[in-house]
């Protein structure tokens, strides 16, 4: 009788791991129609592993802390609820992503607006070694979305006049998991809280290196 319940419970044990394996859908994660339609057309036949773990929990409104290799769609996994979210609610300024370096701002924006593209979300790369007073007119313009390295950032809610992050949605700190400051001065993340005062949904994603 202890062989056979024993043998049962390996059964139901391989029945829920092979239920696990089956395959996700970009549906199954929550997402609308339009959304999927433009993971499909970038060929992701299906979620990653951390797509699957932080997309559903992202959608319920909860904060994330995620850890994932880099090419392993970390930014989607951000991305794509942030987008869900600007459908649901449109508005300006609806969500700021720091990163500590220029060049991965730039590809997180080519991700947002290869994601965004049928929905007609706007923008915006905040970061240094680029002219302030042209940065000022792309934020007089109010995008929906802000990528920036956090110096440059502080630079603009110090100097820009009518630029304040009082009505963002979303914050998404994404960098190495190396470098847990991503690129703040010192006092610099404290300075950012102050200038978005209100309820936000907080993504803390790191990549190893």
């Known amino acids: 009788m202890e062989s056979e319940e024993n043998e049962s419970n390996e059964t139901q044990d391989t029945e829920t791991q092979n239920t696990n394996e089956k395959l996700v859908t970009w549906e199954d994660l929550g997402l609308v129609d339009v ?52 459908l649901q609610n449109p508005q300006r300024y609806f969500a700021l992503i720091l990163t500590p370096t220029r060049e991965l701002a730039f590809q997180i924006s080519e991700q947002f607006e290869a994601l965004g593209s049928s929905i007609g979300v706007k923008c915006a790369v905040i970061v240094g ?33 009518g630029f304040n992050l009082r009505a963002l949605k979303y914050l998404v700190m994404d960098g190495s998991r190396s470098n847990p400051q991503y690129g703040f001065r010192s006092g610099g993340r404290q300075d950012i809280k102050s200038y978005s005062k209100g309820k936000k949904n907080i993504f803390v994603f790191c990549y190893n290196d």
């Open 129 to 161: 070694g680029m002219d302030m007073m042209s940065q000022a007119l792309i934020l007089a313009k109010k995008p929906h979305i802000l990528i920036a390295t956090p110096g440059r950032l502080l630079d603009h809610l110090e100097n820009t006049k």
């Open 35 to 86: 959304l999927c339609k433009a993971c499909e057309q970038l060929k992701w036949k299906e979620p990653s592993k951390i797509q699957r773990e932080s997309i559903p929990l992202a959608l319920q409104g909860k904060d994330i802390i995620g850890l994932a290799e880099t090419g392993s769609g970390k930014t989607a996994a951000f991305a794509l609820p942030i987008l869900q979210a600007l």
